[in-house]
Protein backbone atom coordinates (compact mmCIF):
# COMPACT_ATOMS: atom_id res chain seq x y z
CA UNK A 1 0.00 0.00 0.00
CA UNK A 2 2.55 2.66 -1.04
CA UNK A 3 1.70 3.93 -4.43
CA UNK A 4 -1.52 5.32 -5.52
CA UNK A 5 -3.67 3.53 -8.32
CA UNK A 6 -2.52 5.95 -10.49
CA UNK A 7 0.83 4.53 -10.87
CA UNK A 8 -0.63 1.06 -11.23
CA UNK A 9 -0.76 -0.13 -8.07
CA UNK A 10 -3.27 -2.27 -6.42
CA UNK A 11 -2.27 -0.07 -3.16
CA UNK A 12 -3.40 2.96 -1.17
CA UNK A 13 -0.94 5.51 -0.04
CA UNK A 14 -3.40 7.23 2.22
CA UNK A 15 -3.64 3.81 4.26
CA UNK A 16 -0.42 2.57 3.97
CA UNK A 17 0.80 5.66 5.48
CA UNK A 18 -2.14 5.59 8.33
CA UNK A 19 -0.84 1.91 9.61
CA UNK A 20 2.65 2.78 9.10
CA UNK A 21 2.44 5.53 11.84
CA UNK A 22 1.29 2.75 14.13
CA UNK A 23 4.91 1.52 14.45
CA UNK A 24 5.30 -0.42 17.62
CA UNK A 25 1.95 0.26 19.08
CA UNK A 26 0.89 -2.95 16.83
CA UNK A 27 1.78 -5.23 19.49
CA UNK A 28 -0.01 -3.04 22.78
CA UNK A 29 -3.43 -5.23 23.37
CA UNK A 30 -5.04 -1.74 24.52
CA UNK A 31 -3.35 0.71 21.51
CA UNK A 32 -4.60 1.95 18.40
CA UNK A 33 -4.53 -2.24 17.23
CA UNK A 34 -6.85 -3.35 20.07
CA UNK A 35 -9.30 -4.31 18.39
CA UNK A 36 -7.60 -6.14 16.03
CA UNK A 37 -5.83 -7.91 18.93
CA UNK A 38 -9.62 -8.69 19.95
CA UNK A 39 -10.38 -10.15 16.81
CA UNK A 40 -7.15 -12.10 16.63
CA UNK A 41 -8.47 -15.03 18.46
CA UNK A 42 -11.60 -15.71 16.18
CA UNK A 43 -9.73 -15.51 13.06
CA UNK A 44 -6.76 -17.73 14.04
CA UNK A 45 -9.52 -20.06 15.19
CA UNK A 46 -10.98 -20.08 11.99
CA UNK A 47 -7.77 -20.30 10.12
CA UNK A 48 -6.29 -23.48 11.58
CA UNK A 49 -9.66 -24.81 11.57
CA UNK A 50 -9.92 -24.76 7.88
CA UNK A 51 -6.96 -25.58 6.72
CA UNK A 52 -6.50 -28.70 9.20
CA UNK A 53 -10.00 -30.01 7.36
CA UNK A 54 -8.69 -29.26 3.57
CA UNK A 55 -4.90 -29.95 3.71
CA UNK A 56 -4.11 -33.97 5.15
CA UNK A 57 -0.74 -35.10 6.33
CA UNK A 58 1.74 -36.08 4.45
CA UNK A 59 0.88 -39.13 5.25
CA UNK A 60 -2.72 -39.05 4.51
CA UNK A 61 -4.60 -38.63 7.32
CA UNK A 62 -6.57 -35.56 8.73
CA UNK A 63 -4.36 -33.19 10.60
CA UNK A 64 -5.06 -32.72 14.69
CA UNK A 65 -6.44 -28.63 15.26
CA UNK A 66 -5.20 -29.88 18.72
CA UNK A 67 -2.12 -30.88 18.24
CA UNK A 68 0.88 -28.38 18.64
CA UNK A 69 1.55 -27.56 15.45
CA UNK A 70 -1.44 -28.85 13.50
CA UNK A 71 -0.65 -26.74 10.13
CA UNK A 72 3.39 -28.23 9.99
CA UNK A 73 4.54 -28.36 6.52
CA UNK A 74 1.86 -25.76 5.31
CA UNK A 75 3.30 -22.71 2.87
CA UNK A 76 1.19 -19.83 3.70
CA UNK A 77 1.72 -16.03 2.71
CA UNK A 78 -0.11 -13.64 4.86
CA UNK A 79 -0.41 -10.59 2.13
CA UNK A 80 -0.75 -7.17 4.16
CA UNK A 81 0.72 -8.24 7.61
CA UNK A 82 1.02 -5.20 9.22
CA UNK A 83 3.55 -5.84 11.90
CA UNK A 84 2.62 -9.87 12.17
CA UNK A 85 -0.31 -10.05 14.74
CA UNK A 86 -1.34 -12.75 12.28
CA UNK A 87 1.88 -14.47 11.02
CA UNK A 88 3.51 -14.99 14.10
CA UNK A 89 0.28 -17.32 15.56
CA UNK A 90 0.22 -19.40 12.39
CA UNK A 91 3.84 -19.65 12.88
CA UNK A 92 3.61 -21.09 15.99
CA UNK A 93 1.14 -23.47 14.54
CA UNK A 94 3.79 -25.12 12.64
CA UNK A 95 3.05 -23.27 9.06
CA UNK A 96 5.86 -22.00 6.81
CA UNK A 97 4.78 -18.17 6.38
CA UNK A 98 6.13 -15.52 3.87
CA UNK A 99 4.37 -11.94 5.22
CA UNK A 100 4.47 -9.27 3.16
CA UNK A 101 3.30 -5.22 3.26
CA UNK A 102 4.25 -2.40 1.49
CA UNK A 103 4.39 -0.09 4.54
CA UNK A 104 8.30 0.06 5.38
CA UNK A 105 7.67 0.35 9.53
CA UNK A 106 5.39 -2.73 9.76
CA UNK A 107 7.67 -4.64 8.37
CA UNK A 108 10.40 -3.30 10.77
CA UNK A 109 8.35 -3.93 13.56
CA UNK A 110 7.29 -7.17 12.85
CA UNK A 111 11.10 -8.61 11.77
CA UNK A 112 12.30 -7.26 15.86
CA UNK A 113 9.34 -8.79 17.45
CA UNK A 114 9.79 -12.38 15.70
CA UNK A 115 13.29 -12.38 16.51
CA UNK A 116 12.23 -11.28 19.99
CA UNK A 117 9.98 -13.85 19.89
CA UNK A 118 12.01 -16.76 18.44
CA UNK A 119 9.94 -17.07 15.23
CA UNK A 120 11.53 -17.58 12.01
CA UNK A 121 9.23 -15.93 9.44
CA UNK A 122 9.86 -14.72 5.83
CA UNK A 123 9.06 -10.89 6.10
CA UNK A 124 9.14 -8.88 3.02
CA UNK A 125 8.29 -5.18 2.23
CA UNK A 126 6.62 -5.65 -0.99
CA UNK A 127 3.08 -5.14 -2.75
CA UNK A 128 1.09 -8.55 -4.01
CA UNK A 129 2.26 -7.65 -7.22
CA UNK A 130 5.94 -7.48 -7.06
CA UNK A 131 6.07 -11.32 -6.14
CA UNK A 132 7.41 -13.52 -8.94
CA UNK A 133 3.78 -15.23 -10.64
CA UNK A 134 6.01 -18.41 -10.64
CA UNK A 135 5.97 -19.05 -6.63
CA UNK A 136 2.96 -20.59 -5.23
CA UNK A 137 1.60 -21.53 -1.54
CA UNK A 138 -0.70 -23.84 0.18
CA UNK A 139 -3.05 -20.80 1.30
CA UNK A 140 -3.11 -17.02 0.41
CA UNK A 141 -4.44 -15.13 3.15
CA UNK A 142 -6.03 -11.38 3.06
CA UNK A 143 -7.19 -10.72 6.21
CA UNK A 144 -8.80 -7.37 6.66
CA UNK A 145 -6.83 -6.14 3.57
CA UNK A 146 -9.35 -5.96 0.51
CA UNK A 147 -10.91 -2.83 1.94
CA UNK A 148 -8.12 -1.25 1.90
CA UNK A 149 -6.63 -1.64 -1.33
CA UNK A 150 -7.07 0.45 -4.62
CA UNK A 151 -7.80 -2.10 -7.24
CA UNK A 152 -9.86 -4.94 -4.94
CA UNK A 153 -10.12 -6.85 -8.85
CA UNK A 154 -6.25 -6.81 -9.84
CA UNK A 155 -5.05 -6.88 -6.27
CA UNK A 156 -7.30 -10.88 -6.35
CA UNK A 157 -5.79 -11.44 -9.68
CA UNK A 158 -2.45 -11.33 -8.42
CA UNK A 159 -3.50 -13.37 -5.03
CA UNK A 160 -5.06 -16.09 -6.76
CA UNK A 161 -2.38 -16.42 -8.76
CA UNK A 162 -0.01 -17.52 -6.09
CA UNK A 163 -2.96 -20.22 -4.98
CA UNK A 164 -1.55 -23.61 -5.76
CA UNK A 165 -3.38 -25.76 -7.75
CA UNK A 166 -5.80 -27.15 -5.01
CA UNK A 167 -4.91 -24.37 -2.73
CA UNK A 168 -6.79 -22.01 -0.88
CA UNK A 169 -7.20 -18.13 -1.04
CA UNK A 170 -9.38 -16.96 2.32
CA UNK A 171 -10.04 -13.44 2.90
CA UNK A 172 -11.69 -11.26 5.75
CA UNK A 173 -13.36 -8.22 5.16
CA UNK A 174 -16.05 -5.64 5.92
CA UNK A 175 -19.78 -6.31 3.63
CA UNK A 176 -21.11 -3.05 2.67
CA UNK A 177 -24.56 -2.78 4.32
CA UNK A 178 -26.36 -0.32 6.53
CA UNK A 179 -25.49 -2.06 9.81
CA UNK A 180 -21.79 -2.17 8.58
CA UNK A 181 -21.97 1.58 8.16
CA UNK A 182 -23.83 2.27 11.19
CA UNK A 183 -21.33 -0.50 13.27
CA UNK A 184 -18.34 -0.41 11.89
CA UNK A 185 -18.12 3.39 10.65
CA UNK A 186 -20.63 4.92 12.87
CA UNK A 187 -19.96 2.82 15.90
CA UNK A 188 -16.41 1.20 16.27
CA UNK A 189 -14.57 4.37 14.56
CA UNK A 190 -16.43 7.90 16.51
CA UNK A 191 -18.77 6.41 19.38
CA UNK A 192 -16.35 3.65 20.71
CA UNK A 193 -13.18 4.83 19.03
CA UNK A 194 -11.89 1.23 18.60
CA UNK A 195 -10.31 2.27 15.68
CA UNK A 196 -8.76 5.59 14.24
CA UNK A 197 -11.82 7.83 12.61
CA UNK A 198 -11.33 7.67 8.28
CA UNK A 199 -9.90 3.92 9.06
CA UNK A 200 -12.67 2.51 6.62
CA UNK A 201 -14.40 4.03 4.35
CA UNK A 202 -17.78 2.11 3.74
CA UNK A 203 -17.87 3.01 0.08
CA UNK A 204 -15.03 0.12 -0.14
CA UNK A 205 -16.74 -2.92 2.04
CA UNK A 206 -17.48 -5.70 -0.68
CA UNK A 207 -20.59 -7.68 -0.02
CA UNK A 208 -19.80 -11.58 -0.13
CA UNK A 209 -21.83 -11.76 -3.87
CA UNK A 210 -19.45 -9.65 -5.31
CA UNK A 211 -16.14 -10.71 -3.83
CA UNK A 212 -17.68 -14.44 -4.91
CA UNK A 213 -18.09 -12.99 -8.08
CA UNK A 214 -14.72 -11.66 -8.55
CA UNK A 215 -12.41 -14.76 -6.73
CA UNK A 216 -15.12 -17.14 -9.47
CA UNK A 217 -13.56 -14.80 -12.21
CA UNK A 218 -10.01 -15.78 -10.99
CA UNK A 219 -10.83 -19.56 -11.21
CA UNK A 220 -11.15 -20.43 -8.17
CA UNK A 221 -14.65 -21.93 -6.12
CA UNK A 222 -15.86 -20.74 -3.18
CA UNK A 223 -16.02 -23.44 -0.46
CA UNK A 224 -17.22 -21.41 2.63
CA UNK A 225 -18.52 -18.19 4.01
CA UNK A 226 -18.69 -17.67 7.65
CA UNK A 227 -19.56 -14.43 9.49
CA UNK A 228 -17.83 -13.38 12.81
CA UNK A 229 -20.24 -11.39 15.36
CA UNK A 230 -19.00 -9.39 18.60
CA UNK A 231 -20.64 -10.66 21.63
CA UNK A 232 -20.86 -7.39 24.01
CA UNK A 233 -21.52 -9.52 27.25
CA UNK A 234 -18.41 -11.87 26.64
CA UNK A 235 -16.91 -9.09 25.27
CA UNK A 236 -15.35 -11.42 22.46
CA UNK A 237 -16.12 -12.21 19.23
CA UNK A 238 -17.37 -15.76 17.69
CA UNK A 239 -18.23 -17.17 14.36
CA UNK A 240 -21.72 -16.47 13.38
CA UNK A 241 -24.23 -17.44 9.90
CA UNK A 242 -24.57 -14.12 10.02
CA UNK A 243 -22.43 -11.72 7.18
CA UNK A 244 -23.95 -8.61 7.75
CA UNK A 245 -20.91 -7.15 8.65
CA UNK A 246 -17.40 -8.64 9.19
CA UNK A 247 -17.12 -11.88 7.63
CA UNK A 248 -14.57 -14.39 5.83
CA UNK A 249 -14.39 -16.25 2.70
CA UNK A 250 -12.61 -19.50 1.78
CA UNK A 251 -11.97 -20.44 -1.98
CA UNK A 252 -10.13 -23.45 -3.69
CA UNK A 253 -8.20 -23.74 -6.52
Known amino acids: MTEDKAQGSTVDAEDVAR ?8 WDPKGKMAALH ?7 GYL ?19 AEEPLAGLRLLDIGCGAGLLAEPLARLGAIVTAIDPAPRN ?3 A ?20 LSPDVSFDAVLTMEVLEHVADVP ?14 LLVAATLN ?11 GAEYILRWVEPGTHDWRQFITPDELTRMVRANGLSV ?4 GAVYDPLRGQWRLSHNLDINYMLAARR
Open 19 to 26: FDRVGEEW
Open 38 to 44: AFNPVRI
Open 48 to 66: RDLLCRHFPQENGRPRDRR
Open 107 to 109: IEV
Open 111 to 130: RAHAAKSGLSIDYRCQRVED
Open 154 to 167: EFLSRASALVRPGG
Open 176 to 186: RTLKSFALAIV
Open 223 to 226: IDRT
